[in-house]
Nanobody, 119 residues
Framework: QVQLVESGGGLVQAGESLRLSCTVS????????MAWYRQAPGKEREFVAI????????SYVDSVKGRFLISRDNAKNTVYLQMNSLKPEDAAVYYC????????????WGQGTQVTVSS
């Protein structure tokens, strides 16, 4: 049973940084395209970033390009989302996702980690 566990969320001020982590158990992070999604209150879940299983393709939603960086450490079975220059509109619950198709929601989800950004 593949499980994803996110960590690293919290409360920061606008302009500050956070790094989210997603650790995979019951499987190998290198087997999946790993993505981050987010959902703010009253809004639909939104794609944020994805990194392929090979690490050779990465994609971001336009609103985070140049500020967020997705990476993976296969030895730690973990994928990261480095979030810099955070804005109040980045506040949401961030979810880790694992799947087999690029830019398509995968079958496996974490429980989410809350990111709050004060202005």
């Amino acid at each position: 049973q593949v499980q994803l566990v996110e960590s690293g969320g919290g409360l920061v001020q606008a302009g500050e940084s956070l790094r989210l982590s997603c650790t995979v158990s019951g499987g190998f992070v290198s087997s999946y395209h790993m993505a981050w999604y987010r959902q703010a209150p009253g809004k639909e879940r939104e794609f944020v970033a994805i990194i392929t299983s090979s690490g050779q393709r990465i994609s971001y939603v336009d609103s985070v390009k140049g500020r967020f960086l997705i990476s993976r450490d296969n030895a730690k079975n973990t994928v990261y989302l480095q979030m810099n220059s955070l804005k109040p509109e980045d506040a949401a619950v961030y979810y880790c996702n694992a799947g087999y198709k690029f830019l398509t929601e995968g079958d496996y989800w974490g429980q989410g980690t809350q990111v709050t950004v004060s202005s």
